[in-house]
């Protein structure tokens, strides 16, 4: 979609922003930049670049604006089941499809999404309901968020691995924490969440 010159403007101080700092710049800095009495002005512009589809904007972050690789791209997740965010059970399959601005993660093409049932990872902002993105990988540092599976049955916890074990760590200071001292799969590591209007 073509953009007003002032968008384009815009665009390309952020493009250029972003090449030469590594980072994309702050609204703050765009409104320094082009005189603008209010940052209402820069989120005006910057809404209408997301709806373009050529950034995205991520929510409570300070630096919320992300680069699309290529502009009005999209990538098409596939919702392979459910995860639930409680005891392990096994994984209900579901297969649907989610289509999203690529620029969002990193490997789309690797990345499909899972519905979480359950409350046990909600003190890291996952609620019942919500899509979580899960980028395929075997393996997975301490702390990070993974979806496992052992003996047949599946969660999304906080990975640890310990001594003798592997700690899978909830989310709810209500709930215990899940220890395995056998041979644990894991399927992936959780890299994006899509959050559930009817959560």
């Known amino acids: 979609m073509e953009l007003s010159e002032r968008q384009k403007a815009i665009y390309e101080f952020i493009r250029d922003y972003d090449?030469?700092?590594?980072?994309?710049?702050?609204t703050i800095e765009i409104q320094k930049h082009f005189g603008y009495r209010a940052n209402s002005t820069v989120h005006h512009h910057l809404k209408a670049l997301q709806k373009k589809?050529?950034?995205?904007l991520l929510h409570k972050q300070k630096r919320s604006i992300v680069l699309c690789s290529r502009p009005w791209?999209?990538?098409?997740?596939q919702k392979l089941g459910i995860v639930p965010a409680g005891q392990m059970v096994e994984v209900f399959e579901t297969y649907?499809?989610?289509?999203?601005?690529d620029c969002l993660l990193k490997r789309p093409q690797d990345t499909f999404t899972l519905e979480?049932?359950?409350?046990?990872?909600?003190?890291?902002g996952i609620q019942s309901g919500d899509l979580v993105f899960i980028e395929r990988r075997p393996t997975a540092r301490n702390?990070?968020?993974?979806?496992a599976t052992y003996e047949g049955q599946m969660t999304l916890k906080r990975f640890f691995r310990e001594k003798d074990h592997i700690r899978l760590q909830p989310e709810n200071r209500a709930m215990e924490a899940i220890r395995i001292y056998g041979e644990l799969e894991i399927v992936g590591v959780m890299v994006g969440l899509l959050r559930s209007t009817d959560a």
């Open 19 to 26: 090449h030469r700092y590594g980072l994309t710049p702050q």
């Open 53 to 56: 589809g050529y950034i995205d």
């Open 73 to 77: 791209a999209r990538a098409t997740f």
């Open 96 to 101: 649907e499809e989610v289509v999203l601005p």
């Open 116 to 124: 979480v049932r359950g409350e046990s990872m909600i003190d890291a």
């Open 143 to 147: 702390g990070q968020i993974v979806v």
